[in-house]
Each structure stands twice: as structure tokens, then as C-alpha cells.
């Protein structure tokens, strides 16, 4: 069982910015691809950004460039540092290891205009 606590969250205006963070209980970062996810009112969970257990980074078209994601290995965690943030990133974040039925509960992110 691997637990996964996401925190950082918050109101910020429009152009700011957020580092969100995920704990997780085990290091199966080193075994898994680690996701976040993010998921708006009303619409499907969708996929951000991944690291690989080897440090390989893919993000989506809409965060390319704003968003960085990022690991600290002795600690179990994973970063997501969010720039320029816009309202259209308004979403509850999640993180993930692809391919496993663990996932944290989330924190939400709010930007305002």
C-alpha cells in the first residue's frame, strides 16, 4: 500500500505562482513513472506532467513552459512548481504513479482573474 499526500495548494491570482508537493510512503518513484493529474469542476482528470524513475519529464501542450516537475529522492517526494498560473488551471491536483490503483486526495489550486 503506498500513501500519497499532496500539498501546496491554494488561492492565487492570475500570473502567480504555486509549488505543489506529493509525499509518498514508499520510494516507488523508483519503480514507477510519477504523474500529476488534475481535474477541474465538471470535467474529466486529466494528465500534466511525469517524471520517470530515471528523471524524464513529458508535460501537456497547455503547461509546457509554466510548469516544472521535479523529485527529491530521499524523501519520497515529488514537485510541481506552476508558473503564470491561469484561471484556466483552476483544478484539484493529484499525483499519481501511472499503472497502480494509488492515488492522494488531492489539493486544490484556485486562480483568480
Known amino acids: 500500500q503506498v500513501q500519497l499526500v499532496e500539498s501546496g495548494g491554494g488561492l492565487v491570482q492570475a500570473g502567480g505562482s504555486l509549488r505543489l508537493s506529493c509525499a509518498a510512503s514508499t520510494n516507488i518513484w523508483r519503480t514507477n513513472v510519477m504523474g500529476w493529474y488534475r481535474q477541474a469542476p465538471g470535467k474529466e482528470r486529466e494528465l500534466v506532467a511525469t517524471?520517470?524513475?530515471?528523471?524524464?519529464?513529458n508535460y501537456a501542450d497547455f503547461v509546457k513552459g509554466r510548469f516544472t516537475v521535479s523529485r527529491v529522492n530521499a524523501n519520497n517526494t515529488v514537485f510541481l512548481q506552476m508558473q503564470k498560473l491561469e484561471v484556466e488551471d483552476t483544478a484539484t491536483y493529484f499525483c499519481?504513479?501511472?499503472?497502480?490503483?494509488?492515488w492522494g486526495k488531492g489539493t486544490l489550486v484556485t486562480v483568480s482573474s
Open positions: 517524471i520517470t524513475p530515471v528523471g524524464s519529464r
Open positions: 499519481h504513479p501511472v499503472a497502480t490503483k494509488f
